[in-house]
Structures are given as C-alpha cells and as structure tokens.
C-alpha cells in the first residue's frame, strides 16, 4: 500500500510541476537528476520510476552521473567519517548505473562530465570549500573569540574537488537546459555544491529522501519537499490558533514512521527501551523539579556543525531574505537569556546538550556554557551529551520545548508537546519549520510567559495532544496496516499510556488481538468503528478539548447543516465509512475473494 501511496505521490507532484511550465507558456521541463550516491544502487532504479512518469507527463529526464566523481563518492559514511574504497565496488556501482540507462534509452539521456568548464566564481568555491569541511570528522575546529578556524584534512583535498566538479557539471547542463527541474538525493555535500549552481540559475528543486530513515529497504525514496519548505511556515498567532489544522498530509505518513524509529532506538537521544514512563528513573535533580508544581521548560542544542551548517545554506541558497534571521547571534546567547529569563519568572529549565557533540569529539562551546549556566543559576539543569538520559523523557515531562536547528521540535508535537522555534528566517529543514516562528523578541517571550502560567497554559498542551491524536489518526486511516504496526509496539503503547495524557484514550482503542483471520477483521471492525463513533460524536474531544471544526473553502458556500458545521475536518472520516460498509458486506457475503480488496484504493 505504501508503494503505490509513492507512485501516486510522485505522479501527483510531478504533474503539478509540468502543468505549471504548461500555464507560464514555458516548454515541458527537463528533469535534472544529480545522482551523487555511488554505492546507493536502488537510488538509481528510484530515479527510474520517477523518470518514466515524467516521460509520460511529457517531459524530458537528463541524469548527471557521478562518472567523474566515482573516486571520491566511493564512500561510506559513518559518523561523518568518509572511509574512501579501494576495492571493485566502484566499478560495479558504475555498471549497474550505466546497465540502468542502457535499458531505456529512448527515455533517458545520461550526461556524461567533460566538456567546456565552467568558470568558477570565488565566492562559490569558498561556499564549495566550507560545505565539503562540514562532511569531515577529523576537521578541527577551535572557537577562540568566537571565530571558526578549519583545519585540512587529507579527507577534504579530493572531497572539495568532487564539490568543485559537481558544480560546474550542473551549471553546464543548467545552460544546456534552461526550462528544467533539478532532483537530487539528500543533503550531502555534493548535493549541496550542484545545488549551489541551481540557486545562482533560479531554477526549481525537488530532494529525495528516504521514507522510514532506518529499519526501512532503501528503495523507499520519496520526493520530500521544495528545497527551501517556505511553504510551511505559518504566522505565529496564539498558541491554540497555531495548532487548530494538522501537519501537512504529505509528511504525516513520514513522520510517525521516522517517530517509531527514533523511539525504538538505544542512543541518549532517543527513547530507552529499558525505561518506563514515570518520574521515578529520572535524575533526582529532574525529578523534583518535575514534583515541584512549576513550569518546566527543555531547550534542545544543536551540535556545532548543524549551527555552521544552517548559516552556509542560507548564504548559499539566498535564503535569508528577512531582517532577522534569528532572535538571537549564537546558539550560548539564546541559552544565557533563557536562563536568566527562567529564573527571574520562577520556571525551571532542562538544557539537552546535543549527543552529536560526544560523536565528534570537539570541545563545546554550548556544553561548556551550559554547564556554567547550571552551576551558577538555581533551577537550570544541564543534560550533556553522555549523560544516560532520554530526550523523550524529557519531552514526557515538559510543559514547553524550545529549539533551533534540531528535529526534537518536530518530535515534540508528534508526541503533543507544544514547541517554540528561535528561529526566525526562512529555512528548508522541514522539523524546524513546524514549530511556530516569532519574529521579535517581545513576541517570543509573551510565548513564554503565557507558558509560565501552568495552570492556563495545561489547556494548550491538550490542545496540541489533541492534535498529536488527530494526525495520527490521519495517519492510521489512510494506512490501516500501519495500525497493526503501531499497535505492536510496546514503546509507542507506554508513550501514549503514560500519566493523564488524552493519548491514553487513543492508545486504548490502538489494542490489537492476533487471533483467527475471521476474527481479526472483526477486531479491525471493531476498533474502526470505535474511531469513527469517537470523531463524530460531538464537537469535543473526551479530555474536553475541542477539536478543529471544518471550514468552508474559499469559493464555496458553508455546509447547511450545523452538525456537519461542526464536524472536524479529519479526512480519515468518509475512508472509515467505506472500510465498514466493505467489511460488513464482506461479513454477510462470507469468505472474501482474494481479488476483492478489502481497503478501497
């Protein structure tokens, strides 16, 4: 199901770019694949799929093989460490790759590297040289008055030459191919040096991903998102009006997917298996503060290279185009005022220094800071990075997460925990750009403020619960094998069972017996209809909390009736309704044929 979900996702997104070249009186797009990935065979049957829906929407596919890069893109990566390969792994990436197009010719044309050079600008080798530098462990990087010096490794001479390549390959095929579209796979370094050429043409971008991150077979890439997600910032209004809709459908799947990965894992930063909800395995520090009746707030850190990295990409990909790109210059100046902030309005605060920074082994700057921050202010708590202590049970026991750079924001609201982004300028890292964004320092601290007030501030972290619960539901609808899944994990069970969260209703009718097939179905029946009746009962949400109602789209008049005015807009309603009437159709007919699906497409 989730295979042809993508086929039908890629047609969907593909046709929307093409009619757009149709309406604007452009010709049909040349699609530019940058395959920078040597060793990511599937990657290249991916582009395969894509380039044959693209064929029969009328467009063109050109793929930039990395035939010129092969020496430098032979490589594994491990914690940022590039291990270059000596063996015949190369030349079999290579023939698998050139195999693939030599099938489809009439549909694909590979561009092979050569030809005129183009000339490259100072300032885009610096950019080139700094990004390269943020893919090498063995970089050092000092801090002495506040100033970054690099330091060349042997690891970053044949990398910056591999970025400089790239470059000028993609700026060729750019002016060879003006109407053109340019695909890329992750955010890797030399995805990011061809990308630079993209932003100095102006032309469209599109980034392939990996569906479940881990656990998951690579061949399951989707298109993720525009390069710079600009579509998903939103205005930051009161809390609760930031909260009245869902995430957008497309990463809703993706999201939860990524959640149950992360939360079965065993790192520092990520749920422990071996612990359970509650207070009583946190630190005794963290405990009392938890126990103490007053707010309590979790600032998540970003390792060095992520800060370093968020300032390249938008310098390189013209993307800071506001005043202010953040309320704050350094990551240690946000820190030192929420801490003194907290303090003085009697909050306590949780700093979770990012586990990257033990990975890499530099000094932290940010670490460091904390740590004086806890020593000197009462109520400050410092969680470094090799401190055995879960960023979840951080998230289960806070009233507010606060982040810059970092994907726990994210997290945090698909576990229903309200998330406040320093940031302030456009970005293209879909986890930071979820969270509501202030522009000025007075709105970010009426935010928290209106935090501080636990007792007001208990009815917006429902409200986010609440919507935690609507998305997944979404999410379970439109996938009911991800129910099986979901049910079966006994983390995602204790999360939701954990204290008085309104998670715990959902979680309960999450129960999945395994049984007979008969009785199975009539399990899955059961439970769908439990939903069902829980959507429609009424405006409110059993903690009392109301659920978003459904509004009229601009054009069309408001629905008559006032109980489908009140209805929430949550999609999985009509879909649940054809699941039922199929299975009880299914129940009175007798055995089902294997021909007749049971979930409608």
Not at 106 to 111: C, H, N, Q
Request: charged share 25%.
């Amino acid at each position: 199901m989730f295979e042809s979900l993508k086929k039908v996702f890629w047609k969907k997104r593909l046709r929307g770019i093409v009619s757009h070249f149709r309406e604007t009186g452009r010709k049909h797009p040349s699609f530019l694949f940058f395959a920078n990935e040597a060793e990511i065979q599937p990657f290249y049957k991916t582009l395969l799929k894509i380039g044959k829906t693209v064929s029969d929407l009328g467009g063109a596919c050109r793929f930039l093989g990395c035939l010129a890069h092969l020496p430098f893109c032979g490589v594994h990566l491990m914690h940022d460490q590039f291990r270059f390969k000596r063996n015949s792994r190369d030349r079999d990436c290579y023939r698998c790759m050139r195999n693939v197009f030599r099938q489809h010719p009439r549909e694909f044309e590979l561009v092979p590297p050569g030809g005129s050079e183009v000339p490259l600008p100072p300032e885009s080798r610096e950019r080139i040289r700094m990004l390269s530098l943020l893919n090498t462990l063995k970089v050092r990087a000092e801090i002495p008055g506040g100033e970054e010096n690099y330091q060349k490794t042997p690891e970053f001479v044949p990398q910056e030459k591999a970025g400089i390549a790239a470059y000028q390959q993609t700026k060729e095929a750019i002016r060879k191919n003006i109407n053109s579209v340019f695909v890329h796979m992750n955010n890797y370094a030399l995805s990011l040096s061809a990308r630079s050429a993209v932003a100095e043409a102006g032309i469209r971008s599109l980034c392939l991903v990996h569906a479940g991150l881990k656990n998951n077979s690579p061949e399951n890439i989707v298109v993720n998102q525009e390069f710079d997600c600009l579509e998903l910032r939103r205005p930051a209004g009161k809390w609760g009006r930031f909260r009245t809709t869902p995430l957008p459908d497309r990463f809703i799947q993706l999201l939860y997917e990524d959640l149950l990965v992360r939360l079965e894992a065993k790192g520092s930063h990520t749920w422990s298996p071996e612990k359970r909800p509650g207070v009583h395995h946190l630190p005794e520090s963290l405990r009392e503060d938890y126990l103490s009746g007053r707010p309590v707030f979790v600032a998540f850190t970003s390792s060095m290279d992520e800060m370093r990295f968020e300032e390249i990409i938008r310098e390189s990909f013209r993307l800071g185009d506001l005043p202010i790109k953040s309320l704050f210059p350094t990551q240690e100046s946000w820190l030192c005022h929420l801490a003194e902030w907290s303090c003085e309005k009697g909050a306590r605060l949780w700093i979770r220094i990012h586990p990257r920074t033990k990975i890499l082994g530099r000094p932290c700057e940010t670490a460091r800071t904390a740590g004086k921050l806890a020593e000197t202010l009462p109520g400050v708590r410092c969680i470094q990075a090799d401190d055995p202590v879960s960023s979840y049970d951080l998230i289960l026991h806070a009233d507010l997460a606060i982040y810059g750079w970092s994907s726990m924001g994210l997290e945090a609201a698909c576990l229903g925990l309200p998330a406040l982004s320093y940031q302030t300028g456009a970005c293209h890292y879909p986890p930071e750009a979820v969270g509501p964004r202030v522009t000025n320092l007075k709105k970010y601290e009426e935010f928290l403020l209106q935090a501080t007030k636990r007792a007001g501030f208990s009815n917006i972290i429902d409200a986010w619960r609440a919507n935690a619960l609507v998305n997944l539901g979404n999410a379970i609808h439109d996938h009911p094998d991800y129910l099986r899944k979901l049910s079966n994990r006994k983390i995602m069970k204790a999360v939701f069972l954990e204290g008085d969260s309104p998670l715990k209703f959902y979680a309960e009718e999450l129960k999945f017996k395994k049984n007979s097939a008969e009785r199975e179905k009539a399990e899955i029946r059961k439970r769908l209809a439990g939903i069902l009746e829980y959507m429609l009962e009424g405006k409110r949400h059993p903690t009392g909390v109301e659920l978003p109602s459904r509004r009229a789209k601009p054009g069309r008049a408001s629905p008559r009736n006032p109980e489908e005015a009140a209805m929430p807009d949550c999609k999985g309603v009509k879909r649940i309704q054809m699941i039922l009437e199929k299975m009880s159709s299914a129940a009175a007919s007798g055995p089902q044929k294997k021909s007749q699906p049971l979930i409608p497409k």
